[in-house]
């Protein structure tokens, strides 16, 4: 992660009318939305409330969830947590059922303390069950307004970015809700990733089913059909308390308002957090090229020595320890009739050598298990690569 530096920095600037007003606005409360994915809003508010000491008012809402919190909040936000897909800052709701109307309150909001004059705009415009349902006409009018008010305003310009963060305008029952895109691009890239497989898991859910299965960081962690790695990447994170966004960059850097916030170390306070692994993570994969590229996303970072691999066949694997977590995303899609043979002997493995263990275990819905079932464990539901999904976590 680094930092963008801003035309910003000047003393002039600093003793200006924006200056002083993107100062006073990095110590204000904003409401912010984090976007979640389906099947795991529990998870999430579960980590919100615990990595989010500045966070408050923190609720479940329909596709994510909503709180309170004030600038460094917003950047905690982005790189502590793993669940979330993308983190909005609502910066405006009004009602609305005119272009007229749009206008005036769109040039009402500051938008001098997240956007450079300049600059292309970026809108993103949904609209349902309103009299403003034609998005493109939304779009327009919504972008004269933003750039009336950069012009007529104090705004600050750069040659540092090529495009202002994403805008979010949606509009529900002419309730019209506007938002700035603080993370840039999605949340589960973390910046790790340079070889995938086919249709490979998003970091986020891997995240979130670790979470749900009871995983306590302290107990061996089986990544045992790895991929390209990632359920053993993200238990690595957990296991050495890294933020797991600590390797990417965000679009938060790219405000005026990030040019004015006082705690530009706060990455590297993150940082001093990180401590050895508390447990051995084993991933392995039958097929060498998947080993060695698991191997390969997490080199030169301080997560290759957490994770111990080797290419060995799930079936030769006998546990030494009586309790750890187990996470399976196996093969499927080849043939209906293979995938059931292969399911179930995997359900007899665990059944007979990681009894006690917590799992995690990936199938698609299609598929009926005797050893994967609502009855037996906690189900969640999701769509990957076009495909119904559930996700088994518990105790086998």
């Not at 305008?169 to 589960?188: A, K, M, N, Q, T």
Request: proline share 5%; net charge positive.
């Amino acid at each position: 992660m680094t930092h963008t530096q801003k035309t910003s920095s000047d003393k002039p600037f600093r003793r200006s009318r924006l200056g002083k007003k993107i100062k006073r606005m990095t110590k204000k409360n904003f409401p912010v939305f984090a976007s979640i994915p389906p099947g795991f809003l529990d998870p999430a508010e579960k980590e919100i409330k615990t990595r989010l000491e500045h966070a408050g008012n923190i609720h479940k809402t329909k596709g994510g969830i909503s709180f309170n919190t004030d600038f460094e909040g917003i950047i905690k936000a982005n790189i502590l947590t793993g669940i979330p897909t993308r983190i909005l800052v609502r910066i405006a709701k009004f009602n609305s059922q005119n272009f007229d109307t749009l206008q005036k309150y769109m040039e009402e909001i500051p938008f001098e303390l997240f956007l450079y004059k300049g600059k292309d705009l970026n809108i993103k415009v949904s609209s349902r069950k309103s009299r403003l349902i034609h998005t493109g006409a939304i779009k327009e009018k919504a972008g004269e307004s933003i750039n009336r008010r950069l012009s007529l305003n104090e705004s600050l310009e750069t040659d540092l970015i090529k495009e202002n963060p994403n805008i979010f305008i949606r509009i529900s029952r002419d309730r019209v809700s506007v938002s700035i895109d603080s993370s840039g691009e999605p949340l589960y890239k973390r910046g790790l990733k340079k070889f995938v497989n086919e249709a490979p898991l998003r970091e986020n859910l891997c995240m979130a089913a670790i979470l749900k299965s009871g995983y306590n960081k302290k107990q061996p962690f089986f990544d045992p059909m790895c991929g390209s790695g990632t359920f053993s990447a993200e238990a690595a994170i957990l296991s050495t308390n890294t933020p797991p966004g600590i390797f990417r960059n965000y679009s938060f850097q790219n405000w005026p308002l990030f040019s004015r916030f006082k705690n530009k170390d706060i990455y590297k306070e993150l940082k001093k957090n990180i401590s050895p692994p508390k447990s051995i993570i084993y991933s392995s994969d039958i097929s060498l090229k998947n080993v060695k590229a698991a191997s390969e996303n997490l080199k030169k970072t301080h997560l290759e020595k957490a994770v111990k691999r080797a290419c060995i066949n799930f079936f030769d694997i006998y546990p030494q320890c009586k309790e750890g977590t187990i996470a399976i995303n196996p093969p499927y899609g080849i043939r209906l009739d293979k995938d059931k043979k292969l399911f179930e002997k995997i359900g007899l493995k665990l059944t007979k050598d990681f009894k006690n263990w917590n799992l995690v275990f990936i199938l698609p819905v299609n598929i009926k298990s005797r050893y994967f079932s609502e009855k037996n464990f906690d189900t969640s539901f999701f769509i990957h690569g076009g495909i119904d999904m559930a996700l088994f976590t518990g105790k086998i």
